[in-house]
């Protein structure tokens, strides 16, 4: 009997047998030439391990990584490392949320629908939109969905997107774009780093996308967005960040037609960049063209609540090749911990996360250009991220290397002499007066810039 | 037992909780409105209640006890493989040195990720007899999406931009179809035959130089093995075609066969049927795709690779792929899912893993004979890990239908299989035990299942009323789509 198999050879070929059945004819019906004969290959174990020698194993991997909670780290871009609270591991490590699948079956996945829903209300109250889905696979393809929404809304082949999208999301949008056969148009930020003034003109563009705050972390006005694609007759998407919409305007409150982004900021652990939860909202008017599950609440046959999934005509396994996306399931999971997060926190305690973080950034930003190092790439103001460029040239690799050394992983190198700097609530005074001591200390004394 | 039904929204608020999760801000915050102006911050409150961390965890363990898990009892819904999901797997993706990691961190610091990603790749080579696996895709479908980009690439490199038909069989799931639209293939729809198996006939009328390729699931989603797959396969090269594996029922040939010895190009695998991942309640999954050699070069960005240098950097990941289809989601992919997957093949290793094939077929098949004489077996043919039977029966004496057969078994404690799939079945049940059923379970569902029948026959209105015990009876679908309540 292997691993987690409950019933033995023995029992197995007796059961068979009992219905006239033989173990060894089981897979008679697959062709001798393509039966596995030998089966001597050499990435696999032979034997099964316990499970003692299993967590000896991937104890050895893990620990051959360099962490953020024992380092001290200046890395976003995408990924933020916010607290997750004690809770959300509890409650989602419950079987009955973890082990259970796509709620087919309303009347015993009440759970899953009901947090569904709660997500759905969540995002809503926070991007300030009518509808949301049950999420997507990560912010990047939430984006490439958002766009390909646009298409399907206005009939137009064409989208224009904001360099400040972040450039993993920018890859998957154009990837998702080729294979459909749609365009992608790229315009680069003004010299202030914003999409300001740099949106193109023309009704052929089926949707507008900037993200806010951008991958240089500005937060961006939206309203000229809105402005411009109502103008060009294309629809408006901001890709955002939900623990700063506790702080700044809502795209809903400025009239953005899709909102979607990366959820992993509420609490969501950075577990090497995946799991990711995306989300998507969007106005009513689109309600029936967006991708994905959607949990809808109704009453069953005696007059109670009851939630179910939804508006299942856009979907893939009614509509097949004519449905809205092939997306079959949701991240309801990580949505559910989200949801938790929200919950925990409640608007206080958002606004106390985006607030500290945003705190701790400008401290930041401002200890690093008082070092007399670095000068401003962007002046705009900035939520929990900023972009610094090396006054006196010379590698950030060199000095990214170096910090390693002294337990420190700095920022996202973009080039040889621009730095990508993250922080949130979670970094403390002390580490970021530390940091600027070192850094300043490596780069004065130690000339590990080599320029 | 009475069950909560308010939403977190209606709670009582407990006032401002600003600190108690976080210490206090050791920065002084500067005057925000000055720093950012008016005209970017929030101008309308946030509606977002503040509770206390008893009501939050009050509302959701209730919320959970609404639902059905695998540990709750069997769960055999057809292809979705709810088999057991072992317990030490999450704690070993819950270990701080994984978690911990951000996707960005210098490929030195990240050498156990990488070590594991690449070990993972050369246990799924094996197992689905492939050259190379991306862990990119977050789900089946997003893998399906990936191949199907490669598939298009490898054409387009070829300079062949006339192959924009994907060949589908009627059976096959919606994803598939759905798949291939979104990389703007016409979908050319293979019939099955009365053994339910792909008609070699029709394939062959419908094949042609425009075929850029042919998506499979084999066994099919009827349970059966497709025994000309070497056949179909050959057709579809032979036209210059690619042969892409839906990997969805991968559980049932486990060390038995390979899709890559199929003769299959593109593979994906449902990390959370085959390898025992969590669903989540519909994910956080993993699709990652296998591929044979000539579609090397198209693989998304980045790729694991091993390198001479082994000082420090052993493993690196290479952006350097200027025939890459590029990214399908940010960063290398769902990696605390594949730390799972890796410690499941781990547990079983190449014998193991024949044994999960082995009880899958086994199990099923059991199952299909005790209940055999209670309901109608559309197809002859054996059935491997799953298996398809219908209500046509009840339906046509009793006016109970598949619905009301699948409401009754939640009464008797189980979770009904998948119901109306595939689509070339009328009232169809699709039942897959998984290699993880008990053997109270596998005998409790069957006599579960020819009760109902027996009921069927006696009180068919106890089926039409059914489920009788749960949080809610049946719920009203066709309100929900007419008059949508999509948030409170």
Known sequence: MS????????????????????????????????????MNFSGLNAQGLSEQEIIAQLTNLAERNQRVDQYDSYLGAGFYDHYTPAVIDHLIGRQEFLTSYTPYQAEMSQGTLQA????????????????????????????????????????????????????????????????????????????????????????????????????FGIVEDMRALVKKAEQNQALSVVSCDLISLAMFRSPGEVGVDIACGEAQPLGIPLNFGGPAVGFLAAKQKLMRKMPGRIAGQTTDTEGKIAYVLTLQAREQHIRREKATSNICTSQALLATAATIYLALNGSSGLKEVAEQSAAKAIYLQGKLIQTGLFELVYNKPFFREFALKLKYGGSLDLLNKKLLEHRVIGGLALSDDIWLLAVTEKKSKKAMDDFVTLVSNLIRNENVLGG | MKYQTNLIFDLPETGDNANRILRKCDVIKPNF????????????????????????????????????????????????????????????????????????QPVETVQGNLTLLYNLEQQLNDILGMDYFTFQPSAGAHGELTGIMMIKAYHEANGDFARKVMLIPDSAHGTNP????????????????????????????????KVAGIMLTNPNTLGLFEKDVQEITGLVHAAGGLCYYDGANANAILMQTRPGD?????????????????????????????????????????????????????????YDRPQSIGKVRAFTGSFSVCVKTYAYILAYGRQGLAEVSEAAVANARYLLERVRNSYHVPYNEPAMHEFVITAAWQKEKYGVITTDIAKRLI??????????????VPEAMMVEPTDTETLEGLEGLADAFNAIAEEAVENPELLKNAPHDKPITRPDETKAARNPILKA
């Not at chain 1, 050879?9 to 030998?38: A, C, H, M, W």
């Not at chain 1, 049950?134 to 009939?155: F, M, N, P, V």
């Not at chain 1, 749609?182 to 315009?187: D, H, M, S, Y």
């Not at chain 2, 769960?75 to 057991?84: D, I, N």
């Open chain 2, 262 to 318: 199929m003769g299959f190009d593109v593979v994906h695998l449902n990390v959370h049927k085959t390898f025992g991942t969590p669903h989540g309640g519909g994910g956080p999954g993993a699709g990652p795709v296998g591929i044979k050699k000539i579609l090397e070069p198209f693989l998304p960005k980045p790729v694991i690779k091993k390198t001479d240098n082994s000082n420090r950097a052993k493993f690196i990941l290479d």
């Open chain 1, 3 to 38: 691993g987690y198999i409950p019933i033995s050879r023995e029992k197995r070929t007796e059961l068979l047998e009992s219905v006239g059945l033989k173990l060894e004819n089981l897979f008679d019906i697959i062709p001798d030439e393509i039966k596995i004969k030998n």
């Open chain 1, 116 to 215: 569904i829903f709660e997500w759905q209300s969540y995002i809503c109250r926070l991007t300030g939109l009518d509808v949301s889905n049950s999420s997507i696979y990560d912010g990047a393809s939430a984006a490439a969905e958002a766009l390909l929404l646009a298409c399907r809304q206005t009939k137009k082949s064409k989208v224009w997107v904001s360099e400040g999208l972040n450039p993993e999301y920018l890859a998957t949008i154009k990837t998702y774009f080729h294979a459909a056969g749609l365009a992608v148009e790229v315009g680069a930020l003004n010299e202030q780093g914003t999409a300001a003034g740099t949106y193109p003109s023309g009704d052929d563009y089926a949707g507008f996308l900037i993200q806010s705050p951008n991958f």
């Open chain 2, 178 to 209: 759905a798949s291939a639209a979104m990389a703007e293939f016409e979908i050319r729809e293979i019939k099955s035959n009365t053994d339910g198996l792909i008609d070699v006939a029709d394939l062959k009328q419908k094949i042609d130089d």
């Open chain 2, 411 to 424: 009464d008797y404690g189980y979770h009904p299989p998948t119901v109306y799939f595939p689509l070339i």
């Open chain 2, 33 to 104: 409105a000055e720093f950012y102006g008016e005209d970017l911050l929030r101008q309308e409150d946030l509606d977002i209640p503040n509770l206390s961390e008893i009501q939050v965890l009050r509302h959701y363990t209730n919320m959970s006890s609404k639902n059905f898990g695998v540990e709750n009892g069997p769960y055999p819904l057809g292809s979705c493989t709810m088999k057991y999901n072992p317990k030490v797997n999450e704690n070993m993706a819950n270990l701080p040195g994984f978690r911990n990691t951000h996707p960005l």
